[in-house]
T-cell receptor
Framework: NAGVTQTPKFRILKIGQSMTLQCAQDMNHNYMYWYRQDPGMGLKLIYYSVGAGITDKGEVPNGYNVSRSTTEDFPLRLELAAPSQTSVYFC??????????FGSGTRLTVV | KNEVEQSPQNLTAQEGEFITINCSYSVGISALHWLQQHPGGGIVSLFMLSSGKKKHGRLIATINIQEKHSSLHITASHPRDSAVYICAVDKGGSEKLVFGKGTKLTVNP
């Protein structure tokens, strides 16, 4: 039982490049989330999904896209990376919002 | 004003001391979560509370719904407790957690 797996752990992007952050969970959780964590700030919700085929915007969705074609996977796409997207990204999942499992994070630097 | 406020922002203690971290919130909630984040590491869920008190080992979490306040206590603190402790609330009717900024705890030997 791997829990929530995020890849890659670290990435450096140049301004204007694109990339996909991968998130997979093997617990059959319906709810999945993408957060970003900036220094000195609380985690901010980027996008979330309540089940396969359903996604919705969080607080800070601009510059990002997601898809949820399966229960297990919830990739986050960055188009045209900007320095403001330098952050640590966390994926999380929950069966019913009564408990959350977080991935180990992806540290992204845009230069 | 943030919907979830934690205090203190930073806390340094000596090994063995009793630690208290506070969380106040200004919105209606269905549950409150305490999370732990070690340096460079991922985030681990410690407690979920909707009322009363929970205990796990040396960690105790309490919540007072009327006062909109929760505390996380660590008894007999140890250097391995050094981490950032994050309070998050589940707003009733919302799919989203709202997070505090975290309390950075350092326990010196």
């Amino acid at each position: 039982n791997a829990g929530v797996t995020q890849t890659p752990k670290f990435r450096i992007l140049k301004i204007g490049q694109s990339m996909t952050l991968q998130c997979a969970q093997d617990m059959n959780h319906n709810y999945m989330y993408w957060y970003r964590q900036d220094p000195g700030m609380g985690l901010k919700l980027i996008y979330y999904s309540v089940g396969a085929g359903i996604t919705d915007k969080g607080e800070v969705p601009n510059g990002y896209n997601v898809s949820r074609s399966t229960t297990e996977d919830f990739p986050l796409r960055l188009e045209l990376a900007a320095p403001s997207q330098t952050s640590v990204y966390f994926c999380a999942s929950s069966p019913d919002r009564n408990g959350y499992t977080f991935g180990s994070g992806t540290r992204l630097t845009v230069v | 004003k943030n919907e979830v406020e934690q205090s203190p922002q930073n806390l340094t203690a000596q090994e063995g001391e009793f630690i208290t971290i506070n969380c106040s919130y200004s919105v209606g909630i269905s549950a409150l979560h305490w999370l732990q984040q070690h340096p460079g590491g991922g985030i681990v869920s410690l407690f979920m509370l909707s009322s009363g008190k929970k205990k796990h080992g040396r960690l105790i979490a309490t919540i007072n719904i009327q006062e909109k306040h929760s505390s996380l206590h660590i008894t007999a603190s140890h250097p391995r407790d050094s981490a950032v402790y994050i309070c998050a609330v589940d707003k009733g009717g919302s799919e989203k957690l709202v997070f505090g900024k975290g309390t950075k705890l350092t326990v010196n030997p």
